[in-house]
């Protein structure tokens, strides 16, 4: 499916949906030192999510300061992860305009289903309609190891 790209000037940010304007070294660097949930992971790991994942980002200048991306079907089913502003940039209404974006866009309208893991930010999702699993006894999970990254490079 070809989804046309989004891009918008916001507060002094660019917000984009166009991954050629995105700095996958800089997200790269965010997700592997930062996130609570991909310390250590490698970059060769976040390229081919990156290229695999419909990515909205955020940019200042030459550099990369928010990003989220989903993964999806296109017809049915999306997850959203690696969603982050950096601590700087916090508070300016970034994260919102992500979202907003994103829940504008028809393809994602027309979703069945769409989910997220966080452990802190249910408030900014709640307002995007995500709430506690329908039916959590129908839901599974293969739990991997947390540091499975970390692993990888010893």
């Given at each position: 499916?070809?989804?046309?790209?989004?891009?918008?000037?916001?507060?002094?940010?660019?917000?984009?949906?166009?991954?050629?304007?995105?700095?996958?070294?800089?997200?790269?660097?965010?997700?592997?030192?930062?996130?609570?949930?991909?310390?250590?992971?490698?970059?060769?790991?976040?390229?081919?999510?990156?290229?695999?994942?419909?990515?909205?980002?955020?940019?200042?200048?030459?550099?990369?300061?928010?990003?989220?991306?989903?993964?999806?079907?296109?017809?049915?089913?999306?997850?959203?992860?690696?969603?982050?502003?950096?601590?700087?940039h916090r508070g300016k209404g970034l994260s919102k305009r992500m979202m907003?974006?994103?829940?504008?866009?028809?393809?994602?309208?027309?979703?069945?289903?769409?989910?997220?893991?966080?452990?802190?930010?249910?408030?900014?999702?709640?307002?995007?309609?995500?709430?506690?699993?329908?039916?959590?006894?129908?839901?599974?999970?293969?739990?991997?190891?947390?540091?499975?990254?970390?692993?990888q490079r010893q």
């Amino acid at each position: 499916m070809v989804v046309p790209n989004h891009t918008e000037q916001f507060e002094g940010f660019i917000i984009t949906t166009d991954k050629g304007l995105m700095k996958v070294s800089d997200i790269h660097r965010w997700l592997s030192e930062e996130a609570y949930w991909s310390k250590e992971i490698p970059f060769e790991t976040v390229q081919t999510a990156f290229e695999n994942s419909y990515c909205v980002g955020v940019l200042l200048g030459d550099r990369q300061v928010g990003f989220g991306r989903l993964v999806t079907d296109y017809a049915t089913f999306a997850y959203l992860a690696d969603v982050y502003v950096e601590e700087a940039h916090r508070g300016k209404g970034l994260s919102k305009r992500m979202m907003e974006i994103l829940f504008s866009m028809e393809w994602v309208k027309g979703l069945r289903r769409m989910m997220l893991s966080t452990i802190h930010a249910h408030e900014l999702y709640r307002k995007y309609g995500f709430t506690a699993c329908r039916y959590p006894d129908r839901l599974m999970e293969v739990l991997l190891s947390p540091d499975m990254y970390k692993a990888q490079r010893q």
